[in-house]
């Protein structure tokens, strides 16, 4: 069964999340943007095996602390080929522009929609969701979607930056994301949890 902990970090209160197999223990540390230490200390508490760290997108407040937890873990660090680029030039993250400036390890394994990342006995389905960048990734299992930066309670992500587009965020969204259950938990990149019901009728920015 898939657990989760989810971690609101960094000046920009994003949501890190610890996703487990309640069986075997095996976890997927998904956006280390923050606090890392301290999660890192609940992992070893909880007697957590993370396997992989793996960024939903490539900006900076999602990949801020990529190098302390993968120094820590020496895990492979995961991306979608559109961003990887994004984890090792600070203009491309964006932190270039906040006066701090994030270089990222480089990928050492890529996703792409179709795949299956396995965390234990948990499976988890990968969708392309580009639009707040080129290369976002939401992944589902169990009735539980890990969502990134597209789709927000009642919002979805920012698309004024240079290579957002905010059409194709709008079509995976309605095309993928609202095509899952109902009763799915969206666990977002910001803000608090909703679920795919919710945000079909009462997303002002995306109706089904």
Partial sequence: M?????????????????AWCDVTQEAIWFDPGGDSESILRWI?????????????????DHIAENSVAKAALNVPLCIHPQDRAKLTNPLLNLSAWTGVEVISPDA???LEEGDVLRCGEVMFQLFHVPGHSPGSLAFYSN????????????????????DSDERALHAAIREKLYKLPETTIVYPGHGETTTIGHERVHNPFVRA
Avoid: W
């Avoid at 898939?2 to 920009?12: A, M």
């Avoid at 992989?52 to 997108?57: A, E, M, Q, S, Y």
């Fill in 44 to 60: 070893e508490r909880e007697g957590l095996k993370v396997k992989r760290i793996v960024n939903t997108h490539g900006h900076v």
């Fill in 2 to 18: 898939l657990k989760l902990k989810s971690f609101c970090v960094g000046p920009y209160q994003m949501n890190t999340i610890v």
């Fill in 108 to 110: 050492d394994e890529i």
């Fill in 143 to 162: 009735g539980i979607l890990i969502g990134g930066d597209a789709l927000f309670r009642e919002s979805i992500g920012r698309t004024d930056f240079p």
